[in-house]
């Protein structure tokens, strides 16, 4: 669970996004999951689910910054 109010800055869908991306090993070292796996998984296309992704990413990312 996210903490801090981050949750309240995504959306429930990118939320879901990132939670399936995480659990699906997307974001891995080295990936166990591909951009298109996670993407049938939701089952959107990959494009869908990377513009979905890089906006909760940002979201993250402006959180993170505004806190500091």
Do not use: C, H, I, W
Not at 7 to 19: A, F, G, I
Not at 32 to 52: C, I, M, Y
């Amino acid at each position: 669970m996210l903490r801090g109010g981050v949750e309240e800055r995504l959306t429930d869908k990118q939320l879901d996004v990132l939670e399936t991306a995480y659990l699906a090993g997307f974001f891995d070292q080295p990936r166990t999951s591909s951009g298109n796996d996670v993407a049938d998984l939701l089952g959107v296309s990959q494009p869908t689910f990377n513009q979905q992704r890089r906006a909760a990413e940002r979201k993250l990312v402006e959180f993170l910054v505004d806190e500091r």
